[in-house]
């Protein structure tokens, strides 16, 4: 091991923070193994072979888990008239960048780090997840309609679709996916999403996806809304809403979309709940968790026969903040 060499020991500190990096063009932010930040570890010999193949390989670290506030140039006067703010983010670990930036680290909100990236990692919800990637394959301007229990998964399922159909969904609306939020589902604001739907996203496939979240809690005006724009959808155009309550909806409004079920009965969820569990402890331990903390986890999960996903991420964090590993 060469430790006289600054950028390597700084590599091994990252991955013995927890963090994991890949390596990268010296200097800049192209990668420099076959499939870039997918091939980030936090595993000693691995990071040691990359820089002794490239000794003065950049050091890139893989963000999923994190949210990371980018500051541009030295004379960003961002936070500038609120120092108790910026107090507040001077105790984040900070990265400087070669044009005088500043970028930010924090962990994300509890449960967003887990949340699957691609259709492939929905747990749990196979019929659904057949319709959606094969709907994916030969894609058409289309409404949807996810029903089903809070917590299995159709936020992420909609987010899912949305990058199997080439939408750059990191960034948000820039790369196609406009999210509309329950509060937020007035008259107005339909007809804000729907003019966008026509325009052209800044990067990604060109394809737009508009996800509606609980939408059995729009306005009137605003279904009434969607119900002629539904019929008129533009080209390479997805709109997905998700509900709890889909009798809560008109027939009229259910009849303009592909209602998609997700499931929540605890016997046929156990299994994938039990996987999840594995998942997000192992990546934040390194370690499998104790088979009774398993059960423990997943039988605190449920309620009324229902088991919730994101009760399951829930309740993970909180057993692994009490044993000290978050």
Same mark, same amino acid.
């Given at each position: 091991?060469?430790?006289?060499?600054?950028?390597?020991?700084?590599?091994?500190f990252y991955?013995?923070?927890?963090?994991?990096?890949?390596?990268?063009?010296?200097?800049?932010?192209?990668?420099?193994?076959?499939?870039?930040?997918?091939? $980030?570890?936090?595993?000693?010999?691995?990071?040691?072979r990359?820089?002794?193949?490239?000794?003065?390989?950049?050091i890139?670290?893989?963000? &999923?888990?994190?949210?990371?506030?980018?500051?541009?140039?030295?004379?960003?006067?961002?936070?500038k008239?609120?120092?108790?703010?910026?107090?507040?983010?001077?105790?984040?670990?900070?990265?400087?960048?070669?044009?005088?930036? %500043?970028?930010?680290?924090?962990?994300?909100?509890a449960?967003?780090?887990? %949340?699957?990236?691609c259709l492939?990692?929905?747990?749990?919800q196979?019929?659904?997840?057949?319709?959606?990637?094969?709907f $994916?394959?030969?894609?058409r301007?289309?409404?949807?309609?996810?029903?089903?229990?809070?917590?299995?998964?159709?936020?992420?399922a909609?987010?899912?679709?949305?990058?199997?159909?080439?939408?750059?969904?990191?960034?948000a609306?820039?790369?196609?996916?406009?999210?509309?939020?329950?509060?937020e #589902?007035s008259?107005?604001?339909?007809?804000?999403?729907?003019? %966008?739907?026509?325009?052209?996203?800044?990067?990604?496939?060109?394809?737009?996806?508009?996800?509606?979240?609980?939408?059995?809690?729009?306005?009137?005006?605003?279904?009434?809304?969607?119900? &002629?724009?539904?019929?008129?959808?533009?080209?390479?155009?997805?709109?997905?809403f998700?509900?709890n309550?889909?009798g809560?909806?008109?027939?009229?409004?259910?009849?303009?979309?592909?209602?998609v079920?997700?499931?929540?009965?605890?016997?046929?969820?156990?299994?994938?709940?039990?996987?999840?569990?594995?998942q997000?402890?192992?990546?934040?331990?390194?370690k499998?968790?104790?088979g009774?903390?398993?059960?423990?986890?997943?039988?605190?999960s449920?309620?009324?026969?229902?088991?919730?996903?994101?009760?399951?991420? #829930?309740?993970?964090?909180?057993?692994?903040l009490?044993?000290?590993?978050?």
């Amino acid at each position: 091991m060469n430790l006289q060499n600054p950028l390597l020991k700084a590599a091994l500190f990252y991955a013995e923070l927890g963090y994991r990096v890949f390596p990268c063009r010296p200097g800049a932010k192209t990668p420099l193994t076959e499939h870039g930040v997918l091939d $980030a570890s936090g595993d000693v010999a691995a990071i040691e072979r990359w820089w002794n193949i490239w000794p003065n390989a950049n050091i890139g670290l893989a963000t &999923d888990g994190l949210v990371v506030v980018d500051v541009d140039g030295i004379e960003n006067p961002w936070l500038k008239d609120d120092p108790e703010k910026l107090l507040d983010m001077g105790a984040a670990p900070l990265s400087l960048t070669a044009n005088g930036g %500043r970028q930010f680290l924090f962990r994300q909100p509890a449960g967003k780090g887990y %949340r699957p990236k691609c259709l492939q990692a929905i747990l749990g919800q196979p019929k659904a997840l057949k319709i959606l990637e094969t709907f $994916a394959r030969s894609p058409r301007p289309a409404a949807f309609l996810f029903e089903g229990e809070s917590g299995t998964g159709k936020t992420s399922a909609a987010i899912g679709l949305a990058a199997a159909l080439g939408c750059a969904v990191e960034h948000a609306e820039f790369g196609g996916v406009w999210t509309i939020a329950s509060g937020e #589902q007035s008259a107005d604001a339909v007809r804000d999403k729907y003019r %966008r739907l026509s325009l052209t996203p800044m990067c990604g496939s060109g394809w737009k996806v508009a996800i509606v979240n609980e939408a059995d809690r729009m306005a009137k005006p605003a279904e009434t809304i969607w119900l &002629d724009a539904l019929e008129n959808l533009p080209p390479r155009s997805v709109v997905i809403f998700t509900t709890n309550f889909a009798g809560n909806l008109s027939s009229r409004f259910r009849d303009r979309c592909m209602r998609v079920g997700f499931v929540s009965d605890a016997k046929a969820l156990r299994e994938d709940a039990e996987r999840l569990v594995l998942q997000i402890w192992s990546r934040e331990t390194g370690k499998s968790p104790p088979g009774r903390t398993v059960q423990k986890i997943v039988a605190a999960s449920v309620e009324s026969g229902e088991l919730s996903f994101r009760r399951v991420v #829930q309740h993970v964090e909180r057993e692994l903040l009490e044993g000290g590993a978050l």
